[in-house]
């Protein structure tokens, strides 16, 4: 009754699971197809690739129209006109097209608005010859919206990466909190069979009847063990149903007839003095992306330095009937422009060529940091699972023989060779020395987990 109890309110607010063999594969699939904090990080990898869409903007064709009409005094012209701009990719410049019709009479210093009844056609072209040749605010809005969306990708799969490993965690704690209660199970059940036996006996009179007292307490006491043990494991697969989730999301709590009989496989990756060029690891990979971010900023900061040299080329037709401008305007017309500015005092931009000369050196030291943590905690996990499987032997050896010890001492129990008390040590022994196995197998295995989230193996994360 206390069993029930205390597994039912542990599983209060969730489904249980249908009662198949839950794997790793599984867990690790759903988690990452559901789990919240990856579903989190790919809205911000969204909202990047949304203000990179944004940055393209600024290369978009621009429309405008402009209209103007005189409604009173001498004058009664009218103006019409329309412009389509391009602005260049690969140039600061642009390109641009434009239609332009009047009617009436206008004063001589607007003379330029005359337009033969057809109006006029013009196309022209501007480009940068020194400052926003190479880069200007608009590509360099790109670039580095651009470095935004692969910073929100790799902040994703650095959460990925941190979910699995939870998902992995939380699986292994159930895993041997079931194998557990297995081996409590298994030790109260040779109690509970010893002591039909020994009620036999009692009534032949071969025992006497302190002794059935005796192994009932001991009955007794390997329930409160397993009880507690199936706490312990109605806990476990609580927390493991944050990473196991239906098709909507939901979380399911794993049954445990839903419990595997072993641990997941996890295979070591290749290890070697080359292990740091062939870790793809996420924050490495974002501290390049960040060393780009900062060379468009020096890069912006530089075209500040250089001197504006602009080239304008426009052509105009204007077509149809001579209009009340006179016959001027028919001929065909090519114009060609140059701009020229240079700034005096550029504080600012040396200002931020020197800032980001500044970060660029900061995250080649971070980047460094970090290969240096790296190294160091991968040999530390891979010294943790080379002791990990000399331990998980010699657990399994000191299991076998306490088996043999405790079958052999029942054997002399039932022969009348042995006492009670013998026997239930070398059970007891026997069991001690079996959860000192899955512990050992326990540790392996979440040595070997961290191992693989910090080598980012992407195949065994389920990524």
Request: net charge positive; no cysteine; aromatic share 4%.
């Amino acid at each position: 009754m206390i069993r029930v109890v205390a597994i039912a309110a542990l599983m209060v607010a969730a489904t249980p699971a249908a009662a198949q063999t839950l794997t790793l594969d599984e867990v690790l699939r759903s988690s990452a197809t559901h789990a919240p904090a990856i579903l989190e990080a790919i809205t911000r990898e969204r909202q990047a690739d949304g203000r990179r869409l944004t940055a393209e903007g600024a290369f978009d064709l621009l429309f405008e129209g402009d209209t103007q009409s005189r409604l009173l005094g001498y004058y009664d012209g009218t103006v019409a006109e329309a412009r389509a701009t391009r602005p260049l990719a690969n140039n600061g410049g642009a390109l641009y097209g434009g239609y332009r019709v009047s009617r009436g009479t206008f004063p001589v210093y607007e003379d330029k608005s005359f337009t033969n009844r057809l109006g006029e056609v013009k196309v022209g072209a501007v480009f940068s010859l020194m400052r926003d040749r190479l880069i200007d605010d608009r590509r360099g809005r790109l670039g580095l919206a651009g470095g935004d969306v692969q910073l929100a990708r790799l902040d994703r799969e650095m959460v990925a990466i941190g979910v699995q490993r939870r998902a992995i965690d939380a699986y292994q704690a159930w895993v041997v909190a079931g194998m557990r209660v297995r081996v409590y199970r298994d030790l109260l059940g040779l109690a509970t069979e010893r002591q039909a036996s020994i009620e036999r006996q009692i009534r032949l009179g071969a025992r006497p009847d302190i002794l059935g007292t005796e192994n009932r307490q001991n009955i007794v006491r390997r329930q409160t063990l397993l009880v507690r043990a199936e706490q312990e494991l109605a806990a476990a697969a609580n927390g493991l149903s944050f990473y196991v989730r239906d098709s909507s999301g939901e979380r399911l709590v794993p049954a445990p007839e839903r419990l595997p009989t072993s641990f997941p496989d996890l295979r070591l990756p290749p290890l070697g003095p080359d292990l740091a060029r062939r870790i793809e690891r996420p924050d490495l990979e974002a501290i390049l992306v960040r060393l780009d971010q900062v060379e468009v900023k020096r890069l912006l900061a530089e075209n500040e330095l250089r001197p504006r040299l602009d080239v304008k080329a426009e052509a105009a037709k204007d077509v149809g009937p001579i209009g009340l401008g006179g016959p001027n305007r028919t001929p065909a017309e090519g114009i060609v422009g140059v701009r020229f500015s240079l700034p005096l005092e550029r504080r600012s931009a040396r200002g931020k060529i020197a800032e980001a000369a500044a970060e660029a050196d900061g995250l080649r030291f971070r980047r460094k940091l970090i290969e240096d943590q790296i190294l160091v905690e991968v040999n530390g996990l891979a010294i943790q699972a080379t002791t990990a499987d000399r331990l998980v032997a010699l657990a399994a050896d000191e299991t076998a023989l306490a088996n043999r010890m405790a079958d052999a001492e029942r054997r002399r129990f039932q022969l009348g060779a042995s006492d009670f008390l013998v026997v239930n040590l070398r059970e007891e022994s026997a069991a001690d020395a079996r959860l000192r196995q899955l512990d050992a197998e326990y540790r392996r295995s979440v040595a070997r987990a961290e191992l693989i989230a910090a080598t980012v193996d992407r195949a065994q994360l389920g990524l």
